[in-house]
């Protein structure tokens, strides 16, 4: 499904991935296959990050999510191995632990006002 935004909410050992636009809402759980806890090697996250880029195709915006540094983690690692992926992420915000439902939620209303501004460059 192409869609137009995404929002990710991410820790060490899952993601949920959203994908939405006015109409449908595709959802994906993508979960870690490392059994490491997260301050091992950095290779470690190599294959989940991996993961989330692959299940990112086809989104325009990507918002990222997360209670941790993982968000953080992620994004570098897109900007060294997925520039593509990378150059679709619009931010970085923390947050707890949301349902779907209210991830959905906050990325629409996020969305609705970075929409806003991109679409008024005198707003920035």
Avoid at 5 to 17: F, I, K, P, Q, T
Avoid at 67 to 96: M, Y
Wanted: glycine share 4%; net charge neutral.
């Amino acid at each position: 499904m192409a869609t137009f935004h995404s929002v990710v909410w991410l820790d060490h050992s899952e993601a949920h991935v959203l994908m939405f636009d006015r109409e449908h809402l595709e959802a994906q759980r993508v979960k870690s296959r490392s059994h490491h806890k997260p301050q091992n090697k950095a290779g470690d996250t190599a294959p989940f990050f991996d993961d989330i880029a692959k299940a990112l195709e086809g989104s325009h915006e990507v918002l990222l999510t997360g209670p941790g540094l993982a968000r953080n983690q992620f994004r570098e690692w897109c900007q060294a191995h997925r520039p593509k992926t990378a150059a679709l992420v619009v931010d970085s915000i923390s947050t707890d632990h949301p349902t779907d439902a209210q991830l959905v939620a906050l990325a629409k209303q996020y969305f609705k006002k970075y929409d806003r501004l991109a679409a008024d460059p005198s707003q920035v």
